[in-house]
């Protein structure tokens, strides 16, 4: 499978509105960050995106991408799910199959109420939730996923697993049942908001430890804000075998 890095930024991007720090003036396209969001494109070219950021349009078209099969979605907060609506062009001839918690799918369904209100409307996004459950493993379009709870401050969510690699976002705690199944994994991606501590994302420190307790093969960091600084300043503070992702980033997995 191929695994492009849609988006790499906490929920403001980078560059934020009116700001102008270092970070957001940068020119290094590393720099430049849409909101949090990866595409899987199998070996057989189907398409499965992890969340649906606000800035989901932008990214599919940048990819060039024509068709979503399915999106896995990790919480319901808008920098994950503020895009679903986008999909309504990608969802005319089949619905879009979206896998969520029932406390996600019940938050789409109020943020996005006219897609489920039974409406014969032409242009209503068709979008076709599908409640998964922590640990209980799901295949779709041959590909198994583990769903895995992870703590985002006192909020429960899901973290997925692929069989050798897993995508873990806006965790500030990975419960001691999910540690044991991160163990020695060939990628894992997960969450570093900045240097100084958050009380809802984790920082560079803690994601190291999590990283160094699990010791996969590679890791790529997400879901930075601007405070972390500069990639090629911040990636200094790495050690071997972790990299900060940056948006386009590709990867086979
Ligand atoms: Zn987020
Ligand atoms: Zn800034
Ligand atoms: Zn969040």
Redesign the pocket.
């Known amino acids: 499978m191929l695994l492009t890095f849609l988006g790499t930024a906490t929920s403001t991007g ?3 509105l009116g ?1 102008d ?1 270092e ?2 003036r940068s020119d290094d396209p590393r720099d430049s960050r849409l909101r949090c969001s990866s595409l899987i494109t199998t070996d057989d070219g189907k398409n499965i995106l992890i969340d649906c950021g606000p800035d989901v349009r932008a990214q599919l078209l940048r990819e060039g991408v024509k068709s979503i099969d399915w999106v896995i979605i990790t919480h319901s907060h808008y920098d994950h799910v503020g895009g679903l609506d986008d999909l309504r062009t990608l969802s005319y001839s089949r619905p879009v199959d979206i896998y969520c918690t029932d406390d996600v799918a019940a938050d789409i369904r109020r943020q996005l109420p006219y897609c489920f209100s039974g409406s014969n409307y032409p242009n209503i996004p068709k979008l076709q939730l599908h409640i998964i459950e922590p640990y209980k493993e799901f295949e779709t379009c041959g590909v198994r996923i583990e769903p895995v709870r992870v703590f985002h401050g006192k909020l429960p969510i899901v973290g997925f697993i692929f069989g050798n690699w897993a995508y873990v976002t806006d965790a500030t705690e990975v419960p001691s049942p999910t540690l044991e199944l991160l163990h020695n994994l060939d990628v894992l991606i997960i969450n570093a908001l900045r240097i100084a501590p958050n009380p809802t994302h984790m920082n560079l420190a803690e994601a190291l430890d999590v990283i160094k307790s699990v010791s996969p093969r590679q890791a790529y960091l997400i879901h930075m804000s ?1 405070q972390m600084g500069r990639h090629e300043d911040a990636s200094r503070r790495l050690p071997p075998g972790v990299a900060f992702a940056y948006d386009n980033l590709k990867i086979t997995v």
């Open positions: 980078i560059p934020v700001c720090c970070v957001c601007h």
